[in-house]
Every structure is written in structure tokens, then in C-alpha cells.
């Protein structure tokens, strides 16, 4: 089945007592049971719901997977694949990456005796040479946040084949529609489905999606024991989304190409990060891994200062200044004070976040009136 055929039928039925196309909204806490003991495969909705278990199914079909695990948000995904992990564990993480990532991991994890060892994973060397006999996972993201690095996943899969090391692609930027990261040989992919699965900046909502049964048990006894499960409203409204996300996430690509190619000739911008300009280190890696490019930007100004950004940013009109990304709609923001605050100053200026560095959301929009947008904020200065 076409990817595109599978957004709109896999894993979904219509409705077996009513008939209903679109899954229903299962709004209830508890199930009747026949006896003790004795149900219709659904007890209490913190461990099931009806309505989660349809999306679960849909997201493993879309990840080439055999478990989808929905947790209430990105995080709270994030968190319970990291406790699978015991003290003296070490993890190699992408030096580049969410902060809200980076704050989980040194803010609440380190405390717990997890070492997390940051490094440049677009060279694989790197990596090879941090692997030992504590480590127990790679995490890595791909294309990276906000500086739009590309990882070549196979590649690094092949540096751990053969160990008990778990690799583990956050898999948000891309969407499963441009990259599937466990026919690459990763163990897991994350998604904070808040972004392209949802796509309509309407629900906070996590998934993880696994290929191994066991390891599908565990983080679905860490959803059930910690709690951090989705309503079925919000596993609803994702549902709704993935029906259209190979049409939107097409769109946005389109335009983000279009609009990278615009920004690069702009005399008030140094420098643009988009892994589909083919002088992009990570270009060719991108062209192999990915469907298209994604719908990402990045850029630095010229005159690098807080206050030209800020100036810029606003100044823009059809580009909303805010945090997320992967919705319909262009978002414009400030990494350095917005997404990646949490991480330390002299941390983001080595991986180049300067305090300059815009990050775009590429949305659906008519590009034309995208690129009148930012030339008129880019010409403020």
C-alpha cells in the first residue's frame, strides 16, 4: 500500500457499531465489564481508549513499524523511552537538537545518574569513537533543530549493528511521509505529533513508534504506569490530520525550496541553512534518506545582532511570530530566545545558533505572498 493510500485507510475500520468513517471520540474513563476480569478488551482509559488504540495502529503502519505508544506530548514521549535506561547508562545525543530535549535530558535525567554525551553526529567518526560498554543508546535528530544538520541514520545504525545499543531518531522535522527512519535500521522513532501529524497547531500530543514486541511492552507499561497518555480528543484531532499529511507536508516543501533559493540572494542575509540547497553539507545525505527536503529554514542576518532580529521578526504580517512548527500556517521565530533558551549561550553559539538565527515554518500558503512578507521584515533593516 502508497503511503498516501495508507494516511487515509491504515489501521482504521469504520466504526463497527455504528458505521462511522471517522473514528469516533471515545470521551469516557472506565468500561463496563461483563465480570471481573472479564471485558471487551478495554478496562480503564489511562491504559486503553478506543480511539488511541485506532491512532496507535495508523502510526506504526505510517513508521513501517509493529507498536505505536501516544503519549500527551512530544516530552512525554521522549521521557519514557529514556527510562528505559538505569544509572551509569550513557547516551550519544545530536549536539544540535530541541531544547526542550537538551533541558530533559541535563535537567532531569543527568540527576539520575544517565550521562548524556553530546557530539557532531554528521560525522560518523564521531560517533564511533564515543561508543563503549556503558552505552546504551544513540538519539539522534534529523534534519536537526534550529541548524537543519542531516544524519545519515544507516550509517550510524551500522556503527552500533551487533550491540545492545538502542537507536533512537526523533523523527518530528521530517514526518513519516519524507523519512523512515526504522527501514534505515533504527530501533525507534519518536514524534512530538503536535507538529506535522497534527499539522493544524490545534493539539500537544506524542508518539513513539518501535519494530520489536518486547521493547513494545516496556514503554507501554511505562504510558499505563507514569500516565502521560492523550485524551481521545487529541488522538481524534492527529487522526484528522495524518489524513492530509502527504498533501500538506508536499506543499510546505515546495515552498520552503522556493523560499531558501529567495533568501540566499537577500543582501541582508549572511548565511541559510535548508538541507535541499545543494551546497548544504548534509545535501546528498538528505537526497538518499528523505522523500524531499522538509519544510524547515533557517537563516542568520548579516548584521548579526539581537536587535535586527528582533526587528525582523516583528515585522512580518502573513508570518506569525510563535514557538512550534508543522502546522498550514508560516511561522516565523528566535531559537536563541524562544525554542532553545534553555540551553546554555556558549552551548548554542558552538553548534552556530547565533543570536541572529531565524527559524522559519514553512506553511501552505501562496509562496509569492510568503516571500512579499519576509522581503518587506528583511528590508526593515
Known amino acids: 500500500m502508497k503511503f498516501e493510500t495508507k494516511v487515509i485507510h491504515a489501521g482504521i475500520e469504520p466504526d463497527p457499531s455504528t458505521g462511522a468513517i471517522m473514528t469516533p471520540i471515545f470521551q469516557t474513563s472506565t468500561y463496563v465489564q461483563d465480570a471481573p476480569g472479564v471485558h471487551k478488551g478495554y478496562e480503564y482509559a489511562r491504559t486503553q481508549n478506543p480511539t488511541r ?4 495502529s495508523q502510526l506504526a503502519a505510517l513508521e513501517m513499524g509493529t507498536d505505536g505508544i501516544c503519549f500527551a506530548s512530544g516530552l512525554a514521549a521522549m521521557d519514557a523511552i529514556l527510562k528505559l535506561l ?23 535525567f543527568e540527576k ?13 567518526g564521531t560517533v564511533a569513537k564515543l561508543v563503549n560498554i556503558k552505552t546504551k ?36 522535522f521530517a514526518s513519516p511521509y519524507l523519512q523512515q527512519p526504522l527501514e534505515l535500521g533504527a530501533d525507534v522513532v519518536i514524534h512530538s505529533a503536535t507538529k506535522y501529524l497534527g499539522g493544524h497547531s490545534d493539539v500537544i500530543h506524542g508518539a513513539v513508534i518501535v519494530k520489536d514486541k518486547d521493547l513494545a511492552a516496556k ?6 504506569a507514569c500516565g502521560a497518555v492523550p485524551g481521545p480528543q487529541d488522538c481524534f484531532l492527529v487522526l484528522r490530520g495524518i489524513k492530509t499529511l502527504h498533501i500538506r507536508v508536499q506543499r510546505a ?71 512550534s512548527l508543522g502546522g498550514v500556517e508560516s511561522l516565523i521565530g528566535h531559537p536563541a530566545s524562544m525554542t532553545h533558551a534553555s540551553i546554555p549561550r556558549e552551548e548554542r ?6 543570536d541572529s538565527l531565524i527559524r522559519l515554518s514553512i506553511g501552505i500558503e501562496a509562496v509569492e505572498d510568503l516571500m512579499e512578507d519576509l522581503n518587506e521584515a528583511l528590508n526593515s533593516i
Open 86 to 108: 538505569t544509572p551509569g547508562d550513557e547516551v550519544i545525543c545530536t549536539n544540535d537538537l530541541y531544547g526542550g530535549s537538551y533541558r530533559l535530558m541535563t535537567k532531569v
Open 137 to 172: 543508546m544513540i538519539w539522534i535528530e534529523t534534519p536537526t533543530n534550529p541548524m537543519l544538520n542531516v544524519v545519515d541514520i544507516k550509517e550510524i545504525c551500522d556503527i552500533i549493528a551487533g550491540r545492545d545499543i538502542l537507536c533512537v531518531v526523533d523523527n518530528t
Open 349 to 354: 553559539l558552538k553548534v552556530g545558533l547565533t
Open 219 to 224: 514503554l507501554r507499561f511505562y504510558q499505563n
Open 53 to 56: 488504540s485506532v491512532l496507535e
Open 253 to 323: 516543501c515546495e515552498n520552503a525550496a522556493a523560499i531558501a533559493v529567495y533568501l540566499e540572494k537577500h543582501p541582508a542575509v549572511s548565511k541559510v541553512y535548508f538541507p535541499g540547497l545543494t551546497y548544504h553539507p548534509g545535501h546528498e545525505v538528505a537526497a538518499k534518506q528523505m522523500k524531499m527536503f522538509g519544510a524547515m529554514v533557517s537563516f542568520d542576518l548579516k548584521q548579526n545582532s539581537v536587535e535586527n532580529a528582533n526587528k525582523v521578526l516583528s515585522s512580518t504580517k502573513l508570518f506569525s511570530l510563535a514557538e
Open 112 to 124: 539520575y545518574g544517565i550521562i548524556f554525551k553530546f557530539c557532531d553526529m554528521t560525522i560518523a
